[in-house]
């Protein structure tokens, strides 16, 4: 694992008995139905227990923990930790020639994050390392994040758009030559981009409690749309939660 996300696990770790005692600490559960792109595969679901947890110098965001390096009204850059969520089993499609691949693997990603929050809005650039080397890729992303608020609800907008490295996108998406041999499916190797949309609903009936839904749909372009791992040319995630703040 690079040095810096060491020194980023052992910050962390030396506020551990701090945030042990700390008012402000949120707990819930959060889940997920990821409606991949894959030929013939099913549809994937997860539920995780939610911790989140932010003293404006470190923070806990469910699968995400970080450092801030510079944390104003205006300014965010972090250091960040984060769990990507992808994932291929070759036993989940029913089609023939996908059962003939490899296994791809969910993995914990790190990097930088910095937002500007405007009158118009948060813009966000982030860019990550897979370190875990399971694809030993880079992900990077631009995003643009509204919010539109009343009494007990807030929705959040959401558009960006991901680049995908070489490494990246061909282990999620790519055909080596030695599965093509298996497979019959053609090689594929190729960097990728992807638009998406999104948006959130928190409602909060009462101060502590959140109910959270957040459906996103990302669109597959250019050489990820051709894909032999892929029949169609997007897909869609739909995000809940529920927490309580103590």
Known sequence: MPSLFKNILCYLLLCHNSLAMATGITLGLQGEANFTPYRQY??????????????????????????????????????RWWYLDNEFDPGKSSDKALRQLRSRHSTMMGGLSYQ?????????????AD??????????????????????????PQVGVDWLNKQQASYYYGVTGQESTRSGLAVWSHQGVTPWLA????????????????????????????????????????SSGVTWTF
């Open 199 to 238: 948006i959130a609903f928190d409602w909060h009936p009462i101060k502590p409690l959140h109910i959270v839904l957040q459906p996103k749909l990302t669109f597959l372009t250019g050489a990820l749309r051709d894909s032999p791992m892929t029949d169609q040319s997007y897909y869609w995630v739909l």
């Open 116 to 128: 500007k929050i405007t009158p118009v809005g948060a813009f966000n650039s982030e860019i990550s």
């Open 42 to 79: 099913d549809t994937q679901y997860s539920a995780l227990p939610y911790i989140g947890y932010d003293n404006s110098y470190v923070y806990i965001d469910g699968t995400e923990a970080g450092v801030y390096l510079i944390n104003n009204d205006t300014n965010q850059l972090k250091a």
């Open 131 to 156: 370190t875990l080397n399971e694809s030993r890729g880079l992900l990077a992303t631009v995003s643009w994040l509204g919010q539109v608020s009343s009494d007990q609800v807030d929705i959040y």
